[in-house]
């Protein structure tokens, strides 16, 4: 292995591997099976079978949190969530936590429903990191509606804490507590029974800035922004988008297994050339099938279901296999084009220094050590005389002495002179 690293040119990192049969056929039964998860065990918000046991997975850590944060309630509310996201909503309060029109001065519409949404510092992804320590820090509330983003002022917010880094650390801090406290809904919608308004699924917010297309939903016409937030108040949000990840799991693990099983037990190949990595272009590949086969059963399910209508189509959308399938699309265009990859042409680098190191280690190991230093030694002390040689008879006799210290047999035997007028002797150089 060592020596093909040493052997390739820089930056040949993608190991080039075309798919068989075989590859193609356990891609798409591997995406064909996490489609029927998809449709069957997914759906759509409240007939979701999937979607409620991930409900039930943001309850319990939504009431760890609050257990690891202080929440400490009586043995009959210990297992109430609505009593653990209230316990958070009292100790992690925020200055953008607006939840009406009445609340935004009549700016634009908003209720219980889609402030969540609404509010870029409510999202659980980096958008809504930066707005929220940006709102908190300035005291302001940042949302979108309409296609705009509208800053608002609200009452003076200080943070907590001595210096800048310690404001920064207690903001993000808020950030994350504001975040766990509505992720499951309300303490007063939860506390009555409902399933509540949660958070939207990360950077899902962004749809509101499309504000195109006309879409038929019922009777009425609208835009992509309003689907989007119409789909979010009826459930598509992040605990709904924790069961559509699911299928794309099933389908991403279930190829990797397969294509590290085949290449270790049935090609015999290394375990270290069984490692699943986007360096082998067949498993880039069986991927691409996988998820495509994913996308177009989720996509023929949704068209059928939804009868027309586009609402009922775009929440029956697996929005989180469509972006990994356009992400592994992205992703293979720029190998193709060699403009990815970087971090593996990177790690090949250091692979092929270190098996070169390895080498020549391999090449000193095998070195005499003590013989190196007496042949130096005595190269030494032959520098040094030949400093004080004068004429030809002395460099005759450093050169025999040196001959005689190294071991080196003499191609003369006796007298230089007389051997050499001898017309029958000769030199013989061993």
């Given amino acids: 292995m060592e020596a093909q690293l040493i052997k390739q040119e820089d930056g040949a990192v993608l190991k080039e591997s075309a798919c068989d049969t075989s590859d193609y056929l356990i891609s798409v039964a591997c995406g064909a099976i996490a489609g029927l998860v998809d449709i069957f065990f997914v759906g759509m918000p409240g007939e979701s079978t999937l979607g409620t046991w991930t409900d039930l997975q943001v309850d319990t850590a939504v009431k760890k949190f609050a257990s690891l944060s202080g929440w400490n309630p009586k043995p009959e509310k210990a297992d109430s969530v609505a009593s653990a996201i209230g316990w958070l909503e009292k100790n992690y309060r925020v200055n953008y936590d607006q939840r009406h029109t009445a609340d ?166 290394p375990v270290n050339e069984c490692i699943p990595t986007s360096r082998h272009s067949d498993l880039r590949v069986m991927l691409l099938f996988g998820n495509g086969t994913l996308c177009i059963m989720d996509g023929a399910d949704a068209a059928i279901r939804s009868d027309g209508n586009w609402l009922l189509f775009f929440m029956r959308m697996n929005i989180i296999a469509w972006a990994r399938f356009l992400t592994l699309v992205l992703k293979e265009i720029c190998i193709r ?78 007298d230089f002179d007389l051997f050499m007028r001898d017309k029958n002797k000769h030199l013989s150089f061993e």
Avoid at 238 to 243: E, N, Q, S, V
Avoid at 352 to 358: G, K, M, P
Wanted: net charge neutral; proline share 2%; charged share 20%.
């Fill in 104 to 269: 935004v001065g009549n700016l634009f519409p908003m209720n219980t429903k889609n402030h969540h949404i609404k509010s870029l510092s409510h999202a659980p992804d980096i958008v809504g990191l930066f707005f929220s320590v940006l709102n908190q820090f300035t005291s302001t509330s940042a949302f979108i509606s309409g296609g705009q983003l509208i800053m608002l002022q609200t009452e003076t917010y200080e943070l907590q804490g001595g210096n800048f880094p310690a404001k920064l650390f207690c903001g993000v801090a808020n950030w994350f507590g504001h975040v766990m406290s509505d992720i499951a809904g309300s303490s007063g919608s939860r506390g009555n029974g409902g399933r509540g308004s949660g958070l939207a699924i990360p950077f899902f917010e962004l749809f509101q800035m499309c504000t195109f297309g006309e879409f038929q939903v019922g009777k009425d016409r609208q835009d992509f922004a309003t689907l989007a937030i119409r789909a979010f108040q009826e459930g598509y949000d992040a605990r709904f988008g924790l069961a559509m990840a699911i299928p794309v799991l099933i389908c991403d693990l279930s190829i990797r297994l397969l294509w590290m099983v085949k290449r270790r037990f049935y090609l015999k190949m």
């Fill in 337 to 414: 084009v060699g403009i990815s990859a970087t971090f593996e042409k990177q790690l090949d680098a250091y692979k092929q220094i270190t098996a070169s190191l390895r080498a020549y280690l391999l090449q000193l190991q095998q070195i005499d050590v003590e013989a190196f230093r007496r042949e130096t030694e005595q190269f030494d002390r032959f520098a040094k005389y030949t400093d004080l040689i004068m004429d030809e008879r002395q460099l005759n006799a450093a050169l025999k002495a040196s001959m005689i210290e190294l071991g080196i047999r003499l191609p003369w035997d006796g």
